[in-house]
């Protein structure tokens, strides 16, 4: 290979190309003493200063001056020692990077990996047919969805109303040019929308070397290997520890990091957590992300600026307020065609960053401390951060289902689990062994935690390492669960749990076969009283009778697992309010989110106030949550585990004397408002069949 490309490269400023390039010369020289590789060895002393590599320039200059070329000689020493005096002060100065010893210390075991990088790792290969079903999958979603739409669209246009030969080429003509247009334009949708609510700083390999050299080295060697360019690389300066990419081909992909990540992880971890995203190139599934995800930006943005307006607003700020959670609920059912896709590619990534790192155990770090970040940084009741919300299906986890992870190693970074004499890191067993834990991943953006650290398990074994969180005694336990008592109601409760949908559904087909009967109201009729009583049904069994309620703490709550994502567990709990927040802070949301501390950890209450504060005393719920907080008061509820863990409150005894005399107890109304909804969709369905029979 020709040293012209390499001189080209170092001369335009691109040293990271200019150092693959000089390397790959090097490795195949057949001359070490060479004139020409001595000029080699020089440039690329140049190009690693420039990109901060002191260290590796340093060693390149001492082995210079070994060489035994006697006509170089003189020359190289005496450029060998200029360079060597200002490559060692340039590495004095350097700010030397520790690592995050309040996060690391949450592990037990010591960080272990393997000695050396580009490990052969075993990987199953159903993992691979599900990833190649999953990108058909989410593919032919987005295609039938725009064509039912543009089937749709040609038919209103149609006077006749008769799809002919000529009409349905009209129809899938439009579907195939809008797919394409929409697949080569949707990472500049995700650019336009993501400027609208997320600073983005784009940086160089070198800004990101002082927080992990390793991840440099990474993206560098899988760039030279699959000859790609290096990716744009943006920093977003938001406290929660996220990662993503995006784009279309490989050559123009985008990676994203957080301020949050590059403090919260140590090297190791960020370097893990690099390599997954280079995976995700790799794969190609951050295309197929991109491509399916884009609708849905663009209804998030919209979202946004109703939520935005709404606050500015003297007048029509319900409105647009009830328009925000209409524009909220389509970017939820927009993104379900891309989970399929991000959910199967997760396993893989995680495959590929422990191969790349030969640290399966640094992915497993990660993994846990983003979750303890999100939990810490987002508290429940508080509005979520605009960086994790928009990036969920592109991001390393979704940020929903990590929350109970993050509650329990939150417990262990502050000690507690040895006071209560709680293993925290049970709380895996949930979602290893449960099955509501695939009910619960069925709606996630990517696999439960629990999962995705059996599989990380797996990969230390192969390599002879020991695995994090007691990962083997955990299997053990779930094996000797009863397994009785997990199944014997599940698909009962399956059922419950979804019946305002299906009785919603059935209504609807109902309807089409009795149209005859009724006029063209009838489908709206049985679709309000099936959803009626599936909303009374399923209350039935998310509130149950708390008389015999029993007393707990969060850490048993966490670590239990036979807890039900339907079947609410009367709990009662003492702690501190130490805050509280009305949801999301949206026009019409009616509850609040109540941060209760109990002597394990942070517990989070859902609190629903009655018609009458409302509309009479709107501000006296307020006043009453204001005077709880910082005091101490006993919690009965409803604990469930679904993608959060929770508790939907029932009542709030204040201990406090001089409080028990204002305000004594503070109900919660979780079974009014069930019922008051059941009724009014019930009512209203039947109302209507009997008006317009």
């Known amino acids: 290979m020709s040293l012209k490309a ?13 150092i693959a390039l000089l390397q790959d010369y090097c490795d195949g020289h057949p001359d070490p003493q060479g004139k020409d590789y001595v000029q080699a060895q020089m440039w690329l002393v140049s190009a690693y200063q420039r990109t901060g590599r002191a260290d590796r320039a340093i060693s390149i200059c001492e082995r210079l001056q070994e060489t035994d070329d006697r006509r170089l000689d003189s020359q190289l020493q005496e450029w060998a020692e200029s360079s060597l005096l200002n490559l060692r002060l340039q590495l004095e100065s350097a700010p030397a990077i520790a690592a995050n010893l309040d996060q690391t210390d949450v592990v037990k075991s010591h960080a272990n990996r393997y000695r050396k990088a580009n490990v052969t790792l075993a990987v199953s290969g159903l993992r691979k047919l599900k990833y190649v079903l999953s990108i058909f999958t989410t593919i032919s979603l987005q295609l039938a969805i725009s ?15 008769v799809m002919t030969s000529g009409w349905n080429a009209v129809a899938w003509t439009l579907t195939a040019v809008f797919n394409l247009l929409l697949l080569f334009m949707s990472p500049w949708i995700v650019d336009v929308t993501q400027a609208q609510f997320l600073k983005l700083q784009w940086i160089t390999l070198t800004d990101l070397e002082p927080y992990s050299d390793e991840a440099v080295e990474i993206v560098e060697q899988f760039c030279q290997k699959y000859q790609r360019d290096i990716p744009q690389i943006a920093l977003v300066e938001d406290p929660n520890p996220i990662a993503y990419t995006y784009g279309i081909l490989p050559n123009s992909a985008r990676l994203v990091v957080s301020r949050g990540l590059l403090t919260t992880l140590d090297r190791e971890e960020i370097a893990a957590v690099i390599a997954y995203q280079l995976a995700q190139i790799s794969n190609w599934s951050f295309t197929v992300a991109t491509f399916t995800s884009a609708p849905a930006q663009i209804i998030y943005a919209f979202q946004v600026w109703c939520s935005r307006l709404s606050l500015s607003l003297k007048r029509g700020k319900f409105a647009v307020g009830i328009m925000a959670k209409i524009a909220q609920f389509f970017y ?31 992915m497993s770090r990660a993994l ?26 592109m991001a390393i986890c979704d940020y929903q289902t990590v929350i109970p992870t993050g509650m329990a190693f939150e417990i262990l970074h502050n000690g507690q689990d040895q ?44 390599l002879g390492l020991t695995s994090e969180y007691e990962y ?30 299906t009785l919603a559904l059935l209504g609807y087909v ?13 489908p709206f009729s049985l679709v309000g009283i099936g959803a009626g009583l599936g909303v009374m049904l399923r209350g039935s069994f998310l509130y149950p009778n708390y008389s015999r309620v029993a007393g707990t703490n969060l850490a048993n709550l966490l670590v239990d697992p036979y807890a039900s994502a339907l079947r609410g567990q009367p709990v009662q709990i003492p702690g501190e309010i130490v805050g509280y927040s009305n949801n999301d802070g949206a026009i019409g949301s ?32 307020v006043r009453k949550l204001e005077a709880l907080v910082g005091e101490s008061v006993v919690v009965t509820g409803w604990f469930r585990r679904n993608q959060i863990a929770a508790i939907d409150l029932a009542e709030l005894k204040p201990i406090s004397v001089a409080l028990k005399s204002n305000l004594k107890v503070i109900p919660s109304y979780h079974q009014l408002w069930n019922n008051l909804v059941s009724s009014f969709l019930f009512i209203s369905g039947l109302t209507l069949l009997l008006v317009s029979s």
């Open 6 to 18: 390499a001189k080209e490269a170092l001369l335009q400023k691109n040293y990271t190309e200019a």
């Open 147 to 161: 064509a039912i739409f543009f089937f749709w669209l040609v038919s209103n246009l149609n006077p006749t109303l």
């Open 332 to 362: 939820t059912l927009a993104q379900y065609p891309t989970l399929c896709t991000t959910r199967s590619s997760s396993y893989l990534s995680d495959h590929f960053a422990a191969s790349v790192t030969g640290n399966p155990n640094a």
């Open 368 to 393: 846990t401390k983003i979750a303890r970040g999100i939990v810490t940084v987002n508290p429940f009741g508080q509005s979520v951060s605009r960086l994790l919300q928009s990036s969920r299906t």
């Open 419 to 462: 006071k209560f004499q709680t293993n925290l890191y049970r709380v895996f067993l949930w979602e290893m062994f449960n099955p509501w834990a695939k009910w619960v991943e069925f709606q996630s953006s990517h696999p439960l935690v629990g999962d995705r650290l059996a599989a990380l398990t797996n990969y230390t074994k192969q």
């Open 472 to 501: 083997d005694q955990l299997i053990k336990a779930g094996a000797s669960l009863n397994q009785k008592r997990l199944y014997k109601t599940f698909a009962l409760d399956l059922l419950v749990q979804t019946a305002p949908y």
């Open 510 to 522: 109902v309807s089409q076969y009795l149209f005859w009967l009724y006029d063209n109201w009838l």
């Open 590 to 621: 009616i509850n609040y989110g109540i941060k209760l501390a109990d002597q394990s950890g942070l517990i989070y209450l859902d609190y629903l106030p009655n018609l009458k504060s409302l509309w009479s005393e709107p501000n006296g719920t």
